[in-house]
């Protein structure tokens, strides 16, 4: 269907045509017209289906219909970098009369102080950072018509359930309130009755399975030989823009730091980088001038860019929605892309978790150096071994010192 179809405005689909947006995802097909008839919804999809899109067009489109002075639209999400993908979105579609202003934490507080009192017709931030604003009685929220909940089970597993429940008590309970995630948990259920009216639930897709457009594979490896795995991939694959997720961050930074040393233009984004640094490797990232980013999964859901070939799992995730969000990064809007999963013996348990909760068995990839069959048998080598990650771990060392 046809964005012309759902009811929206000449304008926003005059806009959504010149980005290049025709037809509507099927997130974007169920959830718009009943966001514009102004019921509460709860909109469930795989992760890269233009859920974005499918909160800013209705929404928008209300504002522009009754224009009044104050805040009229709240976006909350859990990351920085998802805030200001929102805000990037929002900026393109809304006309320049309505402003909007992203409350993120690394960023300059007084800067945001300043467009808030410039008064903004839309704020998008994360829990944490808005939180710091009310207690600063920097910002009104009592003006609020629509209050969007992005990525809602990632904000809770990230423990900002208090800071939500804080900020929806100053936002008048006459409002829409439109939900979306990529899973269903029963917190995010619970929170969907508890500050919501009748929302009406709809699905696109099969909720907390990958996207159809992603090949997955599992490669069975020793935990010590998994940066040597990493290095023979990317060195003799042409990829273009690969992901590696690792769970820590000083995973993250070591994994760069050896992937630089051994010629890779690489750069990493996880918590301990400041919001310029984070900003940079993404930029940099899209445009093609880096070619591996290294993430942490408090990144997974921000990261939004074009094309990416690959999602490497460096290490299986705690969490299988974890999963799901991470490979979700490829294969994005009916493109095709891999993503590959490093599993040691310790974390099979862990990618049977995976499995269930996806419904399908990933395909095992046996390394003819590296990979490791069942835990009492090694695949016999049949490659030349490779002498450059040895060296590189050196060079870290040194500079830990």
């Not at 800013?56 to 920085?80: E, H």
């Not at 800071?163 to 008048?172: D, L, N």
């Not at 490797?281 to 860019?305: C, M, N, P, W």
Request: charged fraction near 25%.
């Amino acid at each position: 269907m046809k964005f012309k179809d759902l009811g929206l405005t000449e304008e926003l689909v005059g806009k959504c045509e010149a980005l290049g947006f025709e037809q509507a995802t099927p997130i974007q097909e169920k959830s718009i017209p009943l966001s514009l008839a102004g019921g509460d919804v709860v909109g469930l999809a795989e992760t890269g289906s233009g859920k974005t899109a499918a909160f800013l067009l209705p929404t928008l489109q209300k504002m522009m219909k009754t224009p009044r002075p104050g805040v009229k639209l709240l976006v909350l999400a859990p990351t920085r970098e998802l805030v200001t993908q929102i805000e990037a979105a929002y900026r393109e579609f809304a006309p320049k009369n309505m402003p909007c202003v992203s409350l993120i934490g690394g960023a300059n507080i007084n800067k945001q102080t300043e467009a808030l009192k410039r008064g903004m017709s839309a704020i998008i931030a994360t829990p944490g950072r808005l939180n710091d604003h009310l207690e600063r009685g920097n910002v009104n929220l009592s003006t609020v018509e629509t209050l969007v909940l992005d990525e809602a089970d990632r904000m809770l597993d990230m423990g900002f359930l208090p800071q939500i429940q804080r900020i929806i008590s100053k936002v008048p309970q006459k409002r829409q309130t439109l939900l979306f995630s990529a899973t269903m948990s029963t917190q995010v259920t619970t929170l969907a009755y508890k500050f919501m009216r009748e929302p009406e639930r709809v699905e696109a897709g099969q909720v907390n399975l990958t996207a159809r457009t992603i090949k997955e594979f599992v490669y069975p490896v020793g935990a010590p030989s998994k940066i040597a795995l990493l290095l023979d991939l990317l060195e003799k694959n042409d990829w273009d823009k690969v992901l590696v997720f690792t769970r820590m961050k000083r995973t993250a930074e070591r994994l760069a730091h050896i992937l630089v040393a051994r010629g890779q233009k690489a750069d990493e984004i996880h918590a301990d980088r400041s919001q310029a640094q984070r900003e940079r490797a993404l930029r940099q990232f899209k445009e093609g001038k880096i070619r591996v980013l290294v993430a942490t999964d408090i990144a997974s859901r921000g990261i939004d860019v074009e094309s990416v070939s690959h999602v490497i799992n460096y290490e299986v995730p705690e969490a299988p929605e974890d999963y799901v969000h991470r490979v979700g990064r490829t294969g994005r809007a009916g493109n095709s892309g891999e993503a590959i999963t490093f599993v040691s013996p310790v974390e099979e348990i862990a990618l049977r978790a995976i499995e269930k909760l996806t419904k399908e068995k990933i395909e095992r990839v046996m390394h003819p150096e590296l990979g490791l069959g069942s835990p009492s048998q090694v695949v016999p080598s049949t490659l030349p071994k490779k002498p450059a990650a040895k060296p590189a771990s050196r060079t870290f060392r040194r500079r830990r010192r």
